[in-house]
Protein backbone atom coordinates (compact mmCIF):
# COMPACT_ATOMS: atom_id res chain seq x y z
CA UNK A 1 0.00 0.00 0.00
CA UNK A 2 1.21 3.13 -0.71
CA UNK A 3 1.18 6.34 1.94
CA UNK A 4 -0.77 8.36 -1.00
CA UNK A 5 -1.69 8.36 -4.28
CA UNK A 6 -3.19 10.68 -6.90
CA UNK A 7 -5.23 8.78 -9.30
CA UNK A 8 -6.35 10.60 -12.49
CA UNK A 9 -6.10 13.75 -10.69
CA UNK A 10 -7.00 17.11 -11.79
CA UNK A 11 -7.90 20.58 -11.36
CA UNK A 12 -9.47 23.76 -13.11
CA UNK A 13 -10.03 26.54 -11.25
CA UNK A 14 -12.99 28.87 -11.29
CA UNK A 15 -11.50 31.16 -13.72
CA UNK A 16 -10.66 28.06 -16.15
CA UNK A 17 -6.98 28.15 -15.27
CA UNK A 18 -5.96 24.24 -15.24
CA UNK A 19 -3.32 24.04 -12.18
CA UNK A 20 -3.53 19.72 -12.65
CA UNK A 21 -4.32 17.51 -15.91
CA UNK A 22 -4.51 13.55 -14.97
CA UNK A 23 -1.65 13.31 -12.47
CA UNK A 24 -0.92 10.03 -11.27
CA UNK A 25 1.33 9.46 -8.65
CA UNK A 26 2.38 6.56 -5.72
CA UNK A 27 4.43 7.53 -3.30
CA UNK A 28 5.77 4.87 -0.69
CA UNK A 29 5.93 5.11 2.97
CA UNK A 30 8.79 7.05 3.99
CA UNK A 31 9.89 8.41 1.10
CA UNK A 32 11.26 11.19 -0.19
CA UNK A 33 9.71 12.88 -3.00
CA UNK A 34 10.90 16.41 -4.87
CA UNK A 35 8.34 18.00 -6.73
CA UNK A 36 9.87 20.50 -9.38
CA UNK A 37 9.09 22.68 -12.12
CA UNK A 38 8.59 26.20 -13.19
CA UNK A 39 6.39 28.51 -11.35
CA UNK A 40 2.54 27.76 -12.06
CA UNK A 41 3.15 24.13 -13.16
CA UNK A 42 0.68 22.86 -10.32
CA UNK A 43 3.18 22.27 -7.32
CA UNK A 44 1.40 23.76 -5.01
CA UNK A 45 -2.30 23.05 -5.69
CA UNK A 46 -1.07 19.04 -5.60
CA UNK A 47 -0.18 19.95 -1.81
CA UNK A 48 -3.29 21.35 -1.33
CA UNK A 49 -5.40 19.25 -2.72
CA UNK A 50 -3.71 16.76 -0.53
CA UNK A 51 -3.60 18.52 2.49
CA UNK A 52 -7.50 19.20 1.96
CA UNK A 53 -6.82 22.82 1.55
CA UNK A 54 -8.90 22.56 -1.84
CA UNK A 55 -10.61 20.25 -3.42
CA UNK A 56 -9.69 18.39 -6.88
CA UNK A 57 -11.85 18.91 -9.94
CA UNK A 58 -11.87 14.94 -10.63
CA UNK A 59 -10.06 11.93 -9.53
CA UNK A 60 -8.72 10.51 -6.38
CA UNK A 61 -6.36 10.95 -3.37
CA UNK A 62 -5.80 7.96 -1.32
CA UNK A 63 -4.38 8.72 2.15
CA UNK A 64 -2.78 5.20 2.89
CA UNK A 65 -6.01 3.15 1.62
CA UNK A 66 -8.36 5.52 2.90
CA UNK A 67 -10.31 8.17 0.00
CA UNK A 68 -9.57 11.64 1.04
CA UNK A 69 -12.48 13.22 0.11
CA UNK A 70 -14.19 11.96 2.68
CA UNK A 71 -11.41 13.68 5.28
CA UNK A 72 -11.67 17.02 6.73
CA UNK A 73 -8.03 18.93 6.51
CA UNK A 74 -7.75 18.50 10.34
CA UNK A 75 -8.38 14.44 10.03
CA UNK A 76 -5.28 13.97 7.60
CA UNK A 77 -2.42 13.09 10.01
CA UNK A 78 0.19 15.82 7.63
CA UNK A 79 1.11 18.94 8.11
CA UNK A 80 2.65 22.12 5.99
CA UNK A 81 5.23 24.12 5.44
CA UNK A 82 3.82 27.09 3.74
CA UNK A 83 6.75 29.35 1.50
CA UNK A 84 4.78 32.24 3.67
CA UNK A 85 5.51 31.06 6.64
CA UNK A 86 1.98 31.18 8.00
CA UNK A 87 2.94 31.70 11.35
CA UNK A 88 0.35 33.18 14.25
CA UNK A 89 1.76 36.67 14.32
CA UNK A 90 -0.07 37.47 17.80
CA UNK A 91 1.41 34.23 19.20
CA UNK A 92 4.89 33.54 20.83
CA UNK A 93 8.25 31.02 18.99
CA UNK A 94 6.81 28.98 21.79
CA UNK A 95 3.37 28.92 21.20
CA UNK A 96 3.45 29.05 17.72
CA UNK A 97 5.84 25.26 18.02
CA UNK A 98 3.18 24.45 20.89
CA UNK A 99 0.19 24.87 18.33
CA UNK A 100 -0.13 21.72 16.94
CA UNK A 101 0.02 19.67 19.95
CA UNK A 102 -1.84 21.67 22.29
CA UNK A 103 -4.83 21.95 19.38
CA UNK A 104 -4.77 18.01 19.64
CA UNK A 105 -4.59 18.59 23.64
CA UNK A 106 -1.53 16.74 24.43
CA UNK A 107 0.16 16.56 28.22
CA UNK A 108 1.95 19.73 28.94
CA UNK A 109 4.87 18.25 29.88
CA UNK A 110 4.86 16.28 26.48
CA UNK A 111 4.13 19.66 24.55
CA UNK A 112 6.65 21.57 26.73
CA UNK A 113 9.56 18.33 25.62
CA UNK A 114 8.62 18.39 22.15
CA UNK A 115 8.84 22.25 21.48
CA UNK A 116 11.95 22.80 23.77
CA UNK A 117 13.73 19.79 21.91
CA UNK A 118 12.88 20.86 18.44
CA UNK A 119 14.00 24.60 19.23
CA UNK A 120 17.33 23.29 20.43
CA UNK A 121 17.73 21.43 16.82
CA UNK A 122 16.90 24.52 15.01
CA UNK A 123 18.76 27.23 16.73
CA UNK A 124 15.75 28.81 18.17
CA UNK A 125 16.01 28.40 22.20
CA UNK A 126 17.11 32.09 22.31
CA UNK A 127 13.94 33.04 20.57
CA UNK A 128 10.86 31.33 22.37
CA UNK A 129 9.68 34.28 24.10
CA UNK A 130 9.91 36.75 20.74
CA UNK A 131 6.60 37.46 17.93
CA UNK A 132 7.01 36.52 14.54
CA UNK A 133 7.22 40.31 13.80
CA UNK A 134 10.71 39.89 15.97
CA UNK A 135 12.23 37.55 14.09
CA UNK A 136 14.67 37.51 10.93
CA UNK A 137 12.95 35.93 7.12
CA UNK A 138 15.72 33.35 8.05
CA UNK A 139 13.87 32.36 11.78
CA UNK A 140 10.77 32.81 10.75
CA UNK A 141 11.12 29.99 8.34
CA UNK A 142 12.94 27.90 10.98
CA UNK A 143 9.95 28.35 13.08
CA UNK A 144 7.96 27.48 10.51
CA UNK A 145 9.78 24.07 10.35
CA UNK A 146 9.95 23.77 13.93
CA UNK A 147 5.92 23.47 13.47
CA UNK A 148 6.20 21.10 11.56
CA UNK A 149 8.54 18.54 13.45
CA UNK A 150 7.48 19.29 16.85
CA UNK A 151 4.32 17.69 15.43
CA UNK A 152 5.82 15.24 13.17
CA UNK A 153 2.89 14.03 11.62
CA UNK A 154 2.82 10.70 8.99
CA UNK A 155 3.05 12.89 6.12
CA UNK A 156 5.09 16.31 5.92
CA UNK A 157 4.60 18.73 2.92
CA UNK A 158 7.07 21.16 2.37
CA UNK A 159 6.49 24.36 0.12
CA UNK A 160 10.02 25.73 -1.07
CA UNK A 161 10.82 25.76 3.33
CA UNK A 162 14.64 27.33 2.42
CA UNK A 163 13.44 29.99 -0.47
CA UNK A 164 14.24 32.97 1.82
CA UNK A 165 17.27 31.56 3.63
CA UNK A 166 21.10 32.69 2.43
CA UNK A 167 23.08 30.60 0.96
CA UNK A 168 25.14 29.30 4.15
CA UNK A 169 21.84 28.85 6.09
CA UNK A 170 20.16 27.16 3.21
CA UNK A 171 22.91 24.43 2.55
CA UNK A 172 22.66 23.63 6.34
CA UNK A 173 19.14 23.58 6.75
CA UNK A 174 19.36 21.37 3.83
CA UNK A 175 21.58 18.79 5.36
CA UNK A 176 19.72 19.12 8.44
CA UNK A 177 16.45 18.04 6.80
CA UNK A 178 18.19 15.38 5.09
CA UNK A 179 19.59 14.24 8.61
CA UNK A 180 15.43 14.41 9.99
CA UNK A 181 14.58 12.35 7.39
CA UNK A 182 16.87 9.52 8.23
CA UNK A 183 15.77 9.56 11.67
CA UNK A 184 12.08 9.91 11.43
CA UNK A 185 11.01 8.37 7.91
CA UNK A 186 8.64 10.82 7.09
CA UNK A 187 6.36 10.31 4.11
CA UNK A 188 7.44 13.70 2.30
CA UNK A 189 6.61 15.62 -0.59
CA UNK A 190 8.98 18.79 -1.11
CA UNK A 191 8.86 21.62 -3.80
CA UNK A 192 11.22 23.28 -4.67
CA UNK A 193 12.59 25.44 -7.62
CA UNK A 194 15.97 24.45 -6.67
CA UNK A 195 17.60 21.47 -8.18
CA UNK A 196 20.36 21.14 -5.85
CA UNK A 197 17.70 20.43 -3.62
CA UNK A 198 15.69 17.88 -5.39
CA UNK A 199 19.32 16.04 -6.37
CA UNK A 200 20.55 15.69 -3.19
CA UNK A 201 16.83 15.65 -1.23
CA UNK A 202 14.71 13.69 -3.24
CA UNK A 203 14.93 10.37 -3.14
CA UNK A 204 13.02 10.01 -6.06
CA UNK A 205 12.17 13.79 -8.04
CA UNK A 206 8.97 14.44 -9.34
CA UNK A 207 9.16 16.86 -13.21
CA UNK A 208 6.19 18.87 -13.55
CA UNK A 209 5.05 20.95 -16.43
CA UNK A 210 2.10 22.81 -17.21
CA UNK A 211 -0.16 20.59 -14.77
CA UNK A 212 1.26 17.21 -15.71
CA UNK A 213 4.09 14.82 -14.96
CA UNK A 214 6.82 14.84 -17.24
CA UNK A 215 9.16 12.97 -15.37
CA UNK A 216 9.23 10.66 -12.24
CA UNK A 217 12.91 8.90 -11.39
CA UNK A 218 15.22 9.11 -8.94
CA UNK A 219 17.95 11.94 -9.56
CA UNK A 220 20.77 9.52 -11.08
CA UNK A 221 17.85 8.82 -13.84
CA UNK A 222 16.55 12.35 -13.95
CA UNK A 223 20.13 13.67 -14.94
CA UNK A 224 21.39 11.11 -16.75
CA UNK A 225 17.99 9.70 -18.98
CA UNK A 226 16.47 13.24 -19.33
CA UNK A 227 12.45 12.16 -20.45
CA UNK A 228 12.03 15.25 -22.37
CA UNK A 229 14.52 18.01 -23.77
CA UNK A 230 12.79 20.54 -21.14
CA UNK A 231 14.17 17.99 -18.47
CA UNK A 232 17.33 18.14 -19.68
CA UNK A 233 17.28 21.74 -19.67
CA UNK A 234 16.06 22.10 -15.88
CA UNK A 235 18.64 20.00 -14.32
CA UNK A 236 22.16 20.85 -14.71
CA UNK A 237 24.46 23.64 -13.66
CA UNK A 238 25.25 25.03 -15.92
CA UNK A 239 22.37 24.02 -18.56
CA UNK A 240 23.06 21.28 -21.22
CA UNK A 241 24.37 22.26 -24.15
CA UNK A 242 21.80 21.56 -27.48
CA UNK A 243 22.78 21.65 -30.81
CA UNK A 244 20.03 21.90 -33.47
CA UNK A 245 20.84 19.70 -36.78
CA UNK A 246 20.47 16.69 -38.68
CA UNK A 247 21.33 13.25 -39.17
CA UNK A 248 22.16 12.11 -42.37
CA UNK A 249 22.91 8.68 -43.34
CA UNK A 250 24.41 7.31 -46.67
CA UNK A 251 24.44 3.73 -47.73
CA UNK A 252 27.02 1.46 -46.39
CA UNK A 253 28.33 4.28 -44.04
CA UNK A 254 28.04 5.07 -40.33
CA UNK A 255 25.59 8.28 -40.20
CA UNK A 256 26.66 11.85 -39.35
CA UNK A 257 25.37 14.39 -37.60
CA UNK A 258 25.45 17.87 -39.82
CA UNK A 259 25.83 21.12 -38.04
CA UNK A 260 26.04 23.67 -40.31
CA UNK A 261 29.07 23.39 -42.65
CA UNK A 262 30.35 20.85 -40.04
CA UNK A 263 30.31 17.09 -40.05
CA UNK A 264 30.57 14.48 -36.96
CA UNK A 265 30.76 10.40 -37.31
CA UNK A 266 28.22 8.90 -35.16
CA UNK A 267 27.76 5.00 -33.99
CA UNK A 268 24.95 3.81 -35.89
CA UNK A 269 23.60 1.78 -32.98
CA UNK A 270 23.70 5.00 -30.75
CA UNK A 271 22.15 7.86 -33.48
CA UNK A 272 18.96 8.13 -34.44
CA UNK A 273 17.11 7.87 -37.48
CA UNK A 274 17.92 10.12 -40.19
CA UNK A 275 16.13 13.44 -39.93
CA UNK A 276 16.25 16.87 -38.05
CA UNK A 277 17.52 16.12 -34.34
CA UNK A 278 18.41 17.78 -31.33
CA UNK A 279 21.84 16.80 -29.76
CA UNK A 280 22.27 17.41 -25.91
CA UNK A 281 25.48 17.37 -24.72
CA UNK A 282 26.33 18.27 -21.04
CA UNK A 283 29.74 20.43 -20.60
CA UNK A 284 30.93 17.55 -18.80
CA UNK A 285 30.53 15.43 -22.07
CA UNK A 286 32.63 17.74 -24.44
CA UNK A 287 36.22 17.56 -24.17
CA UNK A 288 38.74 20.64 -25.00
CA UNK A 289 41.25 18.63 -27.74
CA UNK A 290 44.73 20.28 -28.99
CA UNK A 291 43.78 19.85 -32.64
CA UNK A 292 41.42 18.95 -34.99
CA UNK A 293 40.17 15.64 -35.99
CA UNK A 294 37.98 16.08 -38.73
CA UNK A 295 34.45 13.58 -38.09
CA UNK A 296 35.36 13.36 -34.36
CA UNK A 297 35.67 17.24 -33.30
CA UNK A 298 33.58 20.21 -33.41
CA UNK A 299 35.36 23.32 -34.22
CA UNK A 300 34.17 26.32 -31.93
CA UNK A 301 35.72 30.05 -31.14
CA UNK A 302 36.29 30.73 -27.64
CA UNK A 303 34.27 33.91 -26.64
CA UNK A 304 34.49 33.98 -23.08
CA UNK A 305 36.35 32.63 -19.85
CA UNK A 306 34.30 32.60 -16.75
CA UNK A 307 36.65 31.75 -13.76
CA UNK A 308 34.83 29.32 -11.19
CA UNK A 309 38.59 29.60 -9.07
CA UNK A 310 38.82 25.32 -9.08
CA UNK A 311 37.60 25.36 -12.29
CA UNK A 312 37.05 27.54 -15.48
CA UNK A 313 33.76 27.80 -17.60
CA UNK A 314 34.44 28.50 -21.13
CA UNK A 315 31.97 29.77 -23.47
CA UNK A 316 31.82 29.24 -26.81
CA UNK A 317 30.22 29.57 -29.91
CA UNK A 318 29.66 26.89 -33.01
CA UNK A 319 27.70 27.40 -36.22
CA UNK A 320 25.28 29.99 -34.54
CA UNK A 321 24.84 28.37 -31.26
CA UNK A 322 26.22 28.74 -28.14
CA UNK A 323 28.13 26.14 -25.68
CA UNK A 324 29.59 25.96 -22.46
CA UNK A 325 32.55 23.05 -21.22
CA UNK A 326 34.10 22.75 -18.11
CA UNK A 327 37.91 22.80 -17.69
CA UNK A 328 40.49 22.00 -14.67
CA UNK A 329 43.57 22.94 -17.27
CA UNK A 330 44.44 26.19 -18.41
CA UNK A 331 41.93 28.52 -20.24
CA UNK A 332 42.95 29.41 -24.21
CA UNK A 333 43.25 32.77 -25.50
CA UNK A 334 39.42 34.65 -25.86
CA UNK A 335 38.80 34.55 -30.18
CA UNK A 336 41.18 31.50 -30.47
CA UNK A 337 39.80 28.18 -32.20
CA UNK A 338 38.95 25.48 -30.07
CA UNK A 339 38.18 21.88 -30.65
CA UNK A 340 35.46 19.89 -28.59
CA UNK A 341 34.97 16.12 -28.98
CA UNK A 342 31.83 14.80 -27.83
CA UNK A 343 30.95 12.10 -25.74
CA UNK A 344 29.09 10.29 -27.33
CA UNK A 345 28.05 7.36 -24.52
CA UNK A 346 26.60 10.37 -22.61
CA UNK A 347 24.72 11.94 -25.94
CA UNK A 348 21.46 12.78 -25.31
CA UNK A 349 18.96 12.79 -28.47
CA UNK A 350 15.78 14.59 -28.43
CA UNK A 351 12.98 15.01 -31.28
CA UNK A 352 13.18 19.22 -32.46
CA UNK A 353 9.74 19.39 -32.40
CA UNK A 354 8.22 17.28 -29.49
CA UNK A 355 10.85 17.30 -27.38
CA UNK A 356 10.66 13.82 -26.67
CA UNK A 357 13.99 12.00 -26.31
CA UNK A 358 14.53 9.57 -29.13
P1 LIG B 1 5.15 28.42 -7.92
O1 LIG B 1 6.39 27.62 -8.14
O2 LIG B 1 5.20 29.77 -8.57
O3 LIG B 1 4.68 28.45 -6.50
P2 LIG B 1 3.32 26.24 -8.57
O4 LIG B 1 3.90 25.23 -9.48
O5 LIG B 1 3.26 25.91 -7.13
O6 LIG B 1 4.01 27.67 -8.80
P3 LIG B 1 0.46 26.54 -8.38
O7 LIG B 1 0.48 27.53 -7.27
O8 LIG B 1 0.04 25.16 -8.07
O9 LIG B 1 1.85 26.52 -9.15
O10 LIG B 1 -0.49 27.12 -9.51
C1 LIG B 1 -0.81 26.39 -10.69
C2 LIG B 1 -1.67 27.27 -11.59
O11 LIG B 1 -2.93 27.48 -10.98
C3 LIG B 1 -1.10 28.66 -11.85
O12 LIG B 1 -1.40 29.03 -13.16
C4 LIG B 1 -1.82 29.52 -10.86
O13 LIG B 1 -1.89 30.87 -11.30
C5 LIG B 1 -3.18 28.88 -10.81
N1 LIG B 1 -3.89 29.08 -9.54
C6 LIG B 1 -3.46 28.73 -8.29
N2 LIG B 1 -4.40 29.02 -7.37
C7 LIG B 1 -5.44 29.57 -8.04
C8 LIG B 1 -6.73 30.07 -7.66
N3 LIG B 1 -7.14 30.05 -6.39
N4 LIG B 1 -7.52 30.56 -8.64
C9 LIG B 1 -7.13 30.54 -9.95
N5 LIG B 1 -5.94 30.08 -10.37
C10 LIG B 1 -5.11 29.60 -9.45
Redesign the pocket.
Known amino acids: MSAVSFQNLSKT ?3 G ?1 R ?1 LRGVDLEIAEGEFIALV ?1 P ?8 LRILAGLEGPSSGTVLIGDTDASGLEPGERDLAMVF ?1 NYALFPHLSVFENLAFGLRARKRPKDEVDQAVRGVADRLGLSGLLKRKPGELSGGQRQRVALGRLLSRNPAIHLLDEPLSNLDANLRSSMRDELARLHREHGRTTLY ?1 T ?1 DQVEAMTLGQRICV ?1 NEGEIVQLGPPSEIYGRPATRFVAEFFGSPAINLLAGQVAAEEGKDPRFLLGGQALDLVAKTAPTPGPALLGLRPESLAAVPCSEPGSTLETTLDRVEDLGDSRLLRLSCESHELVIRTDGEAPATGSTVHLRPDWERAHWFDPSSGARI
Open positions: FPDTAGSGCGKTTLQVHM
